[in-house]
């Protein structure tokens, strides 16, 4: 055999092996941040560079964990970290502002070999509450915390309490001083208040951040970060931090991360409603996601989407308004980015 032939069959056997390899053991992510009423018109040229550099990071800095043989957990961690560092998002540094003027954050995160979960919620000094709800996860013995004892907890671990006007930001305070004048004429309990909350843009009730993972050793995790809704009051808690609503993962279906009208998320159980849909009905998670997206939630006003991951590496990204802010990647599909329905 002369030396160039021997040269194609090995590098085809190369090809061949990498392929069979990638096959064997996939890997993915996929992030959002946030759905809501995203529309190309209102963005300029450099806005929509910028988010769709920031989710790159963001997808790049998860798969960087799973491409390096990590953990599912860290990857989704990683990419939820550089979200909440971001003040595009409402999670961490971009959080919108509760009625009172101040900021409330919430998440969580959920480990698909055994169904471990933890979260926080209604935390005020806590830089990254996705690294909090780990902790919780990790080194307590309970599922959730809130509030003061959340933040006490953190001490403890040894977690730096930031002033809550760190969170501050010039737009996300105009959203609030809007929102106020919308829901100021009609009493808080009321109906006209809840008809006004409704009727609030989807940009000031949404934005949260998330990130589901599948890793080399076929583990499957998923976590989300949010500030919850503009104007919220009375220390409402959303979906976010609700394992099952917000969250959800376990390796005998697939990993969820939501983001919408966090009240309907939690009544319908939206995150492992669709896991439920693929263990127990053989659905496709598109199929599963598509169900509870397009058919339970939007004709009930349910806003918002999902991402989800199988443990084959399947990735859906469904969403029921005109925009969310996406991003996946595995072993065998190039970075994709989105915002609006039609990329
Ligand atoms: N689901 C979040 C909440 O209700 C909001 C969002 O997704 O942006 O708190």
């Known amino acids: 055999m002369n030396t160039s032939l021997l040269a194609i069959f090995a590098s085809s056997f190369f090809a061949l092996s990498h392929s069979v390899l990638a096959a064997e053991t996939p890997f993915a992510i996929a992030i959002h941040g946030g759905a809501g009423t995203i529309e190309k018109a209102k963005f300029t040229p450099e806005q929509e560079k910028a988010y769709r550099a920031k989710l790159t990071e963001a997808v790049e800095a998860g798969y960087k964990v ?36 101040s900021h409330e954050l919430d998440a969580s995160i959920m480990d698909g070999r055994n169904r471990e979960a933890g979260a926080v919620a209604g935390v005020k000094h806590v830089e990254s509450p996705i690294s909090l709800a780990r902790l919780v996860m990790d080194n307590s013995v309970h599922v959730m915390l809130s509030g003061q004892g959340a933040e006490e907890f953190a001490k403890e671990q040894g977690v730096e309490l930031i002033e809550n006007n760190l969170f501050d930001t010039e737009f996300r305070y105009k959203a609030l001083l809007k929102a106020k004048q919308k829901l100021d004429k009609a009493k808080a309990t009321s109906k006209e208040y809840q008809a006004a909350h409704k009727a609030l843009p989807d940009s000031y009730k949404m934005g949260t951040v998330g990130a589901v993972a599948l890793d080399k050793n076929g583990n499957l995790a998923a976590g989300t970060s949010t500030g919850g809704m503009t104007a919220k009051r009375y220390g409402r808690i959303g979906d976010a931090p609700v394992i099952g609503a917000g969250t959800f993962a376990e390796n005998a279906s697939c990993a969820v991360s939501a983001t919408g009208h966090g009240e309907y998320f939690i009544r319908y159980n939206v995150a492992s ?55 996946s990647k595995s072993n065998t599909q190039a970075t994709y980015v989105g915002i609006f329905n039609d990329e």
Request: some cysteine.
């Open 273 to 327: 409603d669709i896991c439920a849909r693929v263990k127990y009905q053989n659905k496709t998670i598109e199929q599963a996601g598509d169900e509870v997206i397009n058919k339970v939630l939007a004709p009930i006003g349910g806003t918002g989407g999902v991402i989800i991951v199988d443990t084959k590496g399947n990735i859906s990204l469904p969403f029921n308004t005109s925009g969310m802010y996406r991003a």
């Open 66 to 101: 799973l491409d390096q043989g990590g953990e599912s957990l860290d990857a989704v961690t990683a990419a939820i970290t550089v979200l909440e560092q971001s003040t595009y998002f409402n999670a961490g540094r971009g959080a919108v502002y509760t009625y009172d003027g």
